[in-house]
Every structure is written in C-alpha cells, then in structure tokens.
C-alpha cells in the first residue's frame, strides 16, 4: 500500500512565480515553493522530453545499475528527488522497498501512479518534501539514492548529510550524484568555439540554470548550486566514508548538448566508452561535468 506525506501548505507550489525573478538560493518555504512549482509544471511531459535526451539517460542508467548493485532485496531505500518514479519502480522490480520523496507534488503524484501501474505500489510509499526533510524523516534506512543534480537544488546540502547521518543505518550505502564546477569536455570546447566563459560559468556561488532544454522549463530558471567533487563529498565526510568515485559527462558532451551529441552518434558511443572504462581514474574522475559518489556510512 502506498501512503503519501505532504510538506506543508506553504511550501511547494503556493507561490505564482513564472520562472522569472527566481527567489534567493537560501532554505525556506519561499525557494523550496518556486522550485516546485517549476517541476509540478513539467510532471506531465517530464518523461517525453527528458526521457528522450541519451545524455541524461545514460547518467541515469549508470546510477540506477550502481544502485542496484549496492542495495538489496528487502532493503529499505530512500530516494532523494524521485521525479516521476522510473527509479523508484526499477529498484521496487528488484524487492527493494523505497520511500520516493521529491518537493514537487506534481512529481510525487506521477510516480504514485506509476508505482500502482506497474503493480509494485506494495513497495514504494511517497513522500512530497524537499531533499533537506526527507533525509532526517522516517528512518532508518538501509540506504540512500539520488540521481540527477537533484542535490545541486537543495540550498542546505549540510542538513541533508546531517540528516542522513540520523536516518541511514551505520554500514548504510548512499549512491548519488552532483554538477561539478568544471567539466574537461567543456574546458576543451568551449574556447576552441569561442565561447571561453562557458567554460566557468558554473565556478560563481549559484547560477541560474534552466529546469529543461525544452518546452515550460526552458525559460523556467532556478539558482543551481555546483560543487566539486571534493567539496561535495567534504559535507559528507564526517559520517560518511567514500568508497568509490567515477566522472560522467567528462570526454562526452554534457546534457544540454545533447543535439551536438546526436548527431555526431558514433563518435561520441566510442567516447563513452572510453569514459566508461576510465572514469574513476584518479584524475578523470575529478573532471566531469557529473560525478557519481558511492559513500558508505561510518561504523564508528
């Protein structure tokens, strides 16, 4: 059975904002309320168009199959930012029970539905709050999921390792991924196209950054915090141990290009498999545009 928790009325959605003038990157009902709103826009063609972009579906298949490596039958999971529910349904395939929460309710309402339609509703309860309350709420868990830059959104990354170093079981697993600061493939191509301040755009304290290439959220900005990796496993560290580290998006074109990425299909599957192969190499792992972390949970 599925039981839904809702963040209060003030939160998510209760602000009419149209993706202009966007409120500071600071946690409260102000930010959390216009990023929803932002994302409750997009839940009825989010699939349709994110879906159909092979960069971010490569991301999202290579933290799913490290996810599905990492937890187990039986496992209790939560899911930081579960969109429309393609995870939360796959992990669910596997027995694992997942608690799939997002600050969008237009989000958690689609993989509700989901989850009845593929018949796993019995293991997948949904929660709509933001990354910040979820992580402290309704332990303990066996482990933690988020994919995407769902992190990168959430202006207090602190409370969420705070939070989950309450919630998540010691010997737990956390297998997430983050924006970087930099990315080798844009450092290479940007100056070469004459575009060099692309390059670095994302080194300022917050960038306002488009929620979709297309349709509502093209023109639907949200203040984007990015993080090294380093700075964002540091938050972790004092409770969380990392154990492995592997860069996307480095040698390949990040999500926004995936047009430039289609068509030139073939050269860009021989880098991907480069980068696959490569990835957690001590130096590249550091350089893509996003980064996949596998932390466990101190013992100690």
Not at 194 to 207: E, I, M, Q, Y
Not at 209 to 230: A, Q
Request: glycine share 8%; hydrophobic share 40%; aromatic share 8%.
């Amino acid at each position: 059975m599925i039981t839904e928790r809702r963040a209060s009325s003030s939160s998510p959605s209760s602000h009419n904002r149209q993706g202009r003038n966007p409120p500071p990157f600071v946690p409260g009902a102000e930010f959390y309320s216009y990023l929803a709103q932002g994302y409750d826009q997009m839940a009825g063609t989010y699939d349709l168009v994110e879906g159909r972009n092979t960069i971010s579906e490569r991301v999202r298949r290579t933290t799913l199959q490290a996810a599905l490596g990492a937890f187990h039958r039986g496992d209790r999971i939560l899911e930081l930012g579960c969109g429309t529910g393609r995870d939360a349904v796959a992990m669910a395939r596997a027995g694992i029970r997942v608690v799939a929460t997002d600050v969008s309710r237009g989000m958690v309402e689609a993989t509700r539905l989901r989850a009845q339609e593929e018949g796993v509703g019995d293991l997948i309860t949904v929660q709509n709050l933001p990354a910040a309350t979820a992580a402290r709420e309704d332990g303990p868990f066996d482990g933690v999921y988020s994919n995407g830059a769902v992190l990168n959104l959430e202006p207090d990354l602190s409370s969420v390792a705070a939070g989950l170093t309450e919630s998540v079981r010691r010997g737990g697993t956390a297998v997430l991924t983050a924006a970087n600061r930099v990315s080798l493939f844009e450092l290479a191509v940007y100056p070469l196209a004459l575009r060099p301040r692309k390059a670095f755009r994302k080194l300022g304290s917050t960038v306002p950054i488009p929620i979709s290439r297309e349709g509502i959220g093209k023109k639907y900005v949200v203040p984007t915090r990015f993080l090294t990796p380093r700075e964002f496993c540091a938050i972790f560290a004092p409770h969380f141990d990392l154990q492995a580290l592997r860069a996307l998006q480095a040698i390949t074109p990040p999500w926004n290009l995936v047009d430039f990425a289609n068509r030139f299909r073939t050269a860009v599957l021989a880098l991907e498999r480069i980068e696959d192969r490569f990835g957690e190499n001590t130096f590249l792992r550091h350089l893509g545009a996003i980064y996949l972390t596998i932390l466990r949970r101190r013992e100690g």
